[in-house]
């Protein structure tokens, strides 16, 4: 397999697309790499769902896609996603560089912060107006 390209894309716990080559000549492009908490994994390329020429969309509005391509097996999908990701750390090892996992609300810096500006005093447990807009 040889990586062809990649494309950094941060979002939520995507970190990216890459395009491969595999040996037998089938190129796949729009790989998508995920950052989960067991580790880096990829996911093959999906596409929209349309019904009758529209984007077929879920009740809260979020578009639905199904697979374009799909492993017949758990057991080959994840010996491609250990593959790609492989190659896509040797030859773009900051793709997947950790992110710093979020602080809990209420803890570490947040609580840090609270404390030095006053803690629990009256003054500061006023409902803030316009979420930080200036009077």
């Not at 030859?91 to 996992?101: C, F």
């Not at 602080?103 to 803030?128: D, I, K, W, Y």
Request: charged share 20%.
């Amino acid at each position: 397999m040889n990586l062809v390209s990649w494309r950094p894309h941060a979002s939520g716990t995507l970190r990216g697309f890459v395009t491969v080559e595999l040996e037998i000549g089938l190129i796949i492009p729009d790989i998508k790499v995920f950052d989960g908490r067991d580790g880096a994994y990829v996911q093959l390329p999906d596409k929209p769902a349309l019904e009758g020429g529209r984007l077929k969309c879920t009740q809260n509005g979020q578009p639905i896609y199904y697979p374009a391509l799909k492993w017949c097996d758990r057991q080959r999908a994840d010996k491609f996603s250990s593959a790609v990701i492989k190659a896509l750390a040797a030859q773009h090892p900051e793709a997947l560089v950790s992110r710093p996992a979020p602080t809990p609300s209420g803890s570490g810096l947040q609580h840090a912060v609270h404390e030095r500006l006053g803690g629990n005093s009256p003054a500061r447990q006023q409902p803030r107006r316009g979420f930080g807009r200036r009077p």
